[in-house]
């Protein structure tokens, strides 16, 4: 049974720092490609950075230069570094893993196939 659980959110002020981390289990981890995806309420699920099986990185144009994805094979955990965050960075943040997605759908939730609970990231102005 594949499970992926999310810790690390919590509440900031703007301008603040979180990690974020995703415990994967059940699966061959190393083969699947991972992301992190994010929804506010009252919006659709919305791709934030997305991590290939081989360590390219893909980040919403919202993001970029400010969060870093990355991956622990040997754990089987996925991370997200948030720096400078701001109030519309605030939503419940989910990982997600798909053993089938294309490179270029990596901030495409179609093609994920597990989804974690979530966490929620909280930032104020």
């Known amino acids: 049974q594949v499970q992926l659980v999310e810790s690390g959110g919590g509440s900031v002020q703007a301008g603040g720092s979180l990690r974020l981390s995703c415990a994967a289990s059940g699966l061959t981890y190393d083969r699947y490609s991972m992301a992190w995806f994010r929804q506010a309420p009252g919006k659709a699920r919305d791709g934030v950075a997305g991590i290939y099986t081989y360590g390219t990185t893909i980040y919403a144009d919202s993001v970029k230069g400010r969060f870093t994805v990355s991956r622990d094979n040997a754990q089987n955990t996925l991370y997200l570094q948030m720096n400078s965050l701001k109030p519309e960075d605030t939503a419940m943040y989910y990982c997600?893993?798909?053993?089938?997605?294309?490179?270029?759908?990596?901030?495409?939730?179609?093609?994920?196939?597990?989804w974690g609970q979530g966490t929620q990231v909280t930032v104020s102005s």
């Open positions: 997600a893993a798909s053993s089938r997605v294309a490179i270029w759908s990596l901030l495409n939730p179609t093609w994920y196939d597990y």
